[in-house]
T-cell receptor, first 116, second 114 residues
Framework: DSGVTQTPKHLITATGQRVTLRCSPRSGDLSVYWYQQSLDQGLQFLIQYYNGEERAKGNILERFSAQQFPDLHSELNLSSLELGDSALYFC???????????????FGPGTRLTVL | AQKITQTQPGMFVQEKEAVTLDCTYDTSDPSYGLFWYKQPSSGEMIFLIYQGSYDQQNATEGRYSLNFQKARKSANLVISASQLGDSAMYFCAMTSPFASKIIFGSGTRLSIRP
């Protein structure tokens, strides 16, 4: 158990819908990262938050957004869902100094999103 | 730009044998970190081992060791005395202090034969 929790574990929805994925980092970790793992794209970094502020953006679509709340939990919002958004979405956390990333990230169990 | 390459899509190894999973990387940053993660069929990502670019010695964690060859830009994972439970996808990853993201390779699927 990494200490990172993600809910829900599975999510099935229809095209055009909007969903919210939730992540609670390990106790004491200030950074939260979101990743998408799909069969054709592999593991892709989406976005990082550090202590409530966006720190870095990766391959995140404009239909997707995220935020980190004062209690450090984070939510990833996916809207206007398409079939190709079906994937495993991971949240990871770490406790880098100043938001740097030169140390390990601990992953949550993931949310498997299926868009029908 | 940073890049991670894993050239072995799949490997089969006999139980109790040692196995080496290859990883090469490319970066212009002088400071970076290299990681290996294991992803079993259940889906979770499990951190295995970390090597810093300035570390003088190769990292070791139990049966896992990282063969770090900086001049060749390689960071191979060595698993000694493989076990059936080692069957999984293995990802090599890299980050740097100011890149603010972690880049993953395409992974190697390791299957251990009894």
């Amino acid at each position: 158990d990494s200490g990172v929790t993600q809910t829900p574990k599975h999510l099935i929805t229809a095209t055009g819908q909007r969903v919210t994925l939730r992540c609670s980092p390990r106790s004491g970790d200030l950074s939260v990262y979101w990743y998408q793992q799909s069969l054709d794209q592999g593991l892709q970094f989406l976005i990082q938050y550090y202590n409530g502020e966006e720190r870095a953006k990766g391959n995140i679509l404009e239909r997707f957004s995220a935020q980190q709340f004062p209690d450090l939990h984070s939510e990833l919002n996916l809207s206007s869902l398409e079939l190709g958004d079906s994937a495993l979405y991971f949240c990871a956390s770490s406790s880098p100094v100043g938001g740097q990333t030169n140390n390990e990230q601990f992953f949550g169990p993931g949310t498997r999103l299926t868009v029908l | 730009a940073q890049k991670i390459t894993q050239t072995q899509p799949g490997m089969f190894v006999q139980e109790k044998e040692a196995v080496t999973l290859d990883c090469t990387y490319d970066t212009s940053d002088p400071s970076y970190g290299l990681f290996w993660y294991k992803q079993p069929s259940s889906g979770e990502m499990i951190f295995l081992i970390y090597q810093g670019s300035y570390d003088q010695q190769n990292a070791t964690e139990g049966r896992y060791s990282l063969n770090f060859q900086k001049a060749r830009k390689s960071a191979n994972l060595v698993i000694s005395a493989s076990q059936l439970g080692d069957s999984a996808m293995y990802f090599c990853a890299m980050t740097s202090p100011f890149a603010s993201k972690i880049i993953f390779g395409s992974g190697t699927r390791l299957s251990i034969r009894p």
